[in-house]
T-cell receptor
Framework: KNQVEQSPQSLIILEGKNCTLQ??????????LRWYKQDTGRGPVSLTI?????NTKSNGRYTATLDADTKQSSLHITASQLSDSASYIC??????????FGKGTTLSVSS | GAVVSQHPSWVICKSGTSVKIECRSL??????MFWYRQFPKQSLMLMAT?????????EQGVEKDKFLINHASLTLSTLTVTSAHPEDSSFYIC????????????FGPGTRLTVT
């Protein structure tokens, strides 16, 4: 069964701290792995897209990693800001078909 | 970057009426657009895939006669919720695949539908 699992479900950190979100996927055939940020009441915004041949990709303070062998990905946020409070969604693209979404990790950054 | 807009951003309608939601790709052409529904604290659920000039493909369990999708141009897709009921209240999000990009898919800001 094609699915994406994320952990933790929710996370609270202090402003300025780093954090890492995890994603495991079982999607075949696999095309690419995406991380999106979704603010409450808004549509998802793309952070990174990685194909199976890419190990890491950065977008500002966001760094995503991908291990296609173990089918794991992580999203590392450096020096968190209050505006980072959002839901972070891991999405696996099954080749030739639609996106498979994880349930997301809700991040709360407090001052 | 590429922008996808949705209109309206929120709508309240009475039970039994129909509501149309527009999804536009503003600076790129999208041969394929997707419609999602998202309930509170849940992930996006794909409702249907629409290709310009052809009939939409609906996911299992989604009533095609209730959720009418039209993709008449390369920049516009519409979702019409017919005979809306309170259980149709949800957050509807569209996304558009850039025809010139292999992977990229851009999401709209969403439309909050409340049926009273």
């Amino acid at each position: 069964k094609n699915q994406v699992e994320q952990s933790p479900q929710s996370l609270i950190i202090l402003e300025g701290k780093n954090c890492t979100l995890q994603c495991n996927y079982t999607v075949s055939p696999f095309s690419n792995l995406r991380w999106y940020k979704q603010d409450t009441g808004r549509g998802p915004v793309s952070l990174t897209i990685m194909t199976f041949s890419e190990n890491t990709k950065s977008n500002g303070r966001y760094t995503a990693t991908l291990d296609a062998d173990t089918k794991q990905s992580s999203l590392h946020i450096t020096a968190s800001q209050l505006s980072d409070s959002a839901s972070y969604i891991c999405v696996a693209n099954q080749a030739g078909t639609a996106l498979i979404f994880g349930k997301g990790t809700t991040l709360s950054v407090s001052s | 970057g590429a922008v996808v807009s949705q209109h309206p951003s929120w709508v309240i309608c009475k039970s039994g009426t129909s509501v149309k939601i527009e999804c536009r790709s503003l600076d790129f052409q999208a041969t394929t657009m997707f419609w999602y529904r998202q309930f509170p604290k849940q992930s996006l659920m794909l409702m249907a895939t629409s290709n310009e000039g052809s009939k939409a493909t609906y996911e299992q369990g989604v009533e095609k006669d209730k959720f009418l999708i039209n993709h008449a141009s390369l920049t516009l897709s519409t979702l019409t919720v017919t005979s809306a009921h309170p259980e149709d209240s949800s957050f509807y999000i569209c996304s558009a695949r850039d025809s010139g990009s292999r992977y990229e898919q851009y999401f709209g800001p969403g439309t909050r539908l409340t049926v009273t």
